[in-house]
C-alpha cells in the first residue's frame, strides 16, 4: 500500500484516554492472520467495540458520533505489549493519520512510522489540555506540523514541539517506504560508487 505524504494536518480528534493500551487491545490475536495491511480497520478495538453478537457498544468513542477525525488522542503508555505490526495497520486502515499520546511503546513508534501513521509524542501536561478542549467540544481541532515539528490546540492557540528522527521525517514528508527513500538516493550512491572505484 502506498504512504500518503503527510506535511500538516488539521482535523477534529477522537478521544481514547485510557491509559497501557496494548496491542491485542488495539487488533485482538485472532484477526492476524492476514499478511497485507488492507482491512484492519473494520477490527480496530473489535472487542471494546461490538458485543459479542456484533452490535456496536453505544458507549465506546469509535460508536459515538460525537466525535471524529482522523487523530486519535490516546492516554499514556499507548502501544504496549507484542510487537504486532498490524496494531499499526488497524488503526491507519481505520483512516486515522496520527496518533498522539505522552508515551509510546518503541516497537509500536517504529511500525507505525513504517506504516505511514504519525505519533506524536507530547507532554502529559499537553495531553492533559488536549483532551479538556475535545471534551468541551468535539469540533475542536489539532493541527500538526511535521515540517516544523509542532502540534497545536487551535481554539486554545497552544502548541508544543514533538521529536522524530530525520530520517523518518523525510520518509513521511515524501510518501516514501525504506525502499522508495533507497531509489531516491539511487543518483548519489551511483556517483559514490563512481568515485570509489576511481580511488580504488
Same mark, same amino acid.
Given at each position: 500500500?502506498?504512504?500518503?505524504?503527510?506535511?500538516?494536518?488539521?482535523?477534529?480528534?477522537?478521544?481514547?484516554?485510557?491509559?497501557?493500551?496494548?496491542?491485542?487491545?488495539?487488533?485482538?490475536?485472532?484477526?492476524?492472520?492476514?499478511?497485507?495491511?488492507?482491512?484492519?480497520?473494520?477490527?480496530?478495538?473489535?472487542?471494546?467495540?461490538?458485543?459479542?453478537?456484533?452490535?456496536?457498544?453505544?458507549?465506546?468513542?469509535?460508536?459515538?458520533?460525537?466525535?471524529?477525525?482522523?487523530?486519535?488522542?490516546?492516554?499514556?503508555?499507548?502501544?504496549?505489549?507484542?510487537?504486532?505490526?498490524?496494531?499499526?495497520?488497524? &488503526? $491507519?486502515?481505520?483512516?486515522?493519520?496520527?496518533?498522539? #499520546?505522552?508515551?509510546?511503546?518503541?516497537?509500536? =513508534? +517504529?511500525?507505525? %512510522? /513504517?506504516?505511514?501513521?504519525?505519533?506524536?509524542?507530547?507532554?502529559?501536561?499537553?495531553?492533559?489540555?488536549?483532551?479538556?478542549?475535545?471534551?468541551?467540544?468535539?469540533?475542536?481541532?489539532?493541527?500538526?506540523?511535521?515540517?516544523?515539528?509542532? &502540534? $497545536?490546540?487551535?481554539?486554545?492557540?497552544?502548541?508544543? #514541539?514533538?521529536?522524530?528522527?530525520?530520517?523518518? =521525517? +523525510?520518509?513521511? %514528508? /515524501?510518501?516514501?517506504?525504506?525502499?522508495?527513500?533507497?531509489?531516491?538516493?539511487?543518483?548519489?550512491?551511483?556517483?559514490?560508487?563512481?568515485?570509489?572505484?576511481?580511488?580504488?
Amino acid at each position: 500500500m502506498p504512504i500518503e505524504k503527510f506535511i500538516t494536518l488539521t482535523s477534529s480528534c477522537v478521544p481514547l484516554p485510557d491509559e497501557n493500551v496494548d496491542t491485542d487491545q488495539i487488533i485482538p490475536a485472532r484477526f492476524l492472520k492476514a499478511t497485507t495491511r488492507e482491512g484492519f480497520g473494520a477490527k480496530l478495538f473489535c472487542d471494546w467495540r461490538y458485543a459479542p453478537g456484533g452490535a456496536p457498544k453505544p458507549d465506546f468513542v469509535l460508536n459515538n458520533p460525537l466525535y471524529s477525525g482522523s487523530i486519535l488522542v490516546a492516554g499514556k503508555n499507548f502501544g504496549s505489549g507484542s510487537s504486532r505490526e498490524h496494531a499499526a495497520w488497524a &488503526i $491507519s486502515d481505520y483512516g486515522f493519520r496520527a496518533v498522539v #499520546s505522552s508515551f509510546f511503546a518503541d516497537i509500536f =513508534k +517504529s511500525n507505525a %512510522l /513504517n506504516t505511514g501513521l504519525l505519533p506524536v509524542q507530547v507532554s502529559d501536561g499537553f495531553l492533559a489540555q488536549m483532551f479538556e478542549a475535545i471534551e468541551k467540544d468535539p469540533q475542536n481541532t489539532i493541527t500538526i506540523d511535521l515540517e516544523n515539528q509542532t &502540534i $497545536s490546540i487551535d481554539s486554545l492557540k497552544q502548541n508544543e #514541539s514533538f521529536e522524530i528522527s530525520e530520517y523518518k =521525517k +523525510s520518509c513521511m %514528508l /515524501n510518501g516514501y517506504d525504506d525502499i522508495d527513500y533507497l531509489l531516491s538516493k539511487a543518483s548519489e550512491i551511483e556517483q559514490w560508487e563512481e568515485v570509489n572505484s576511481v580511488i580504488a
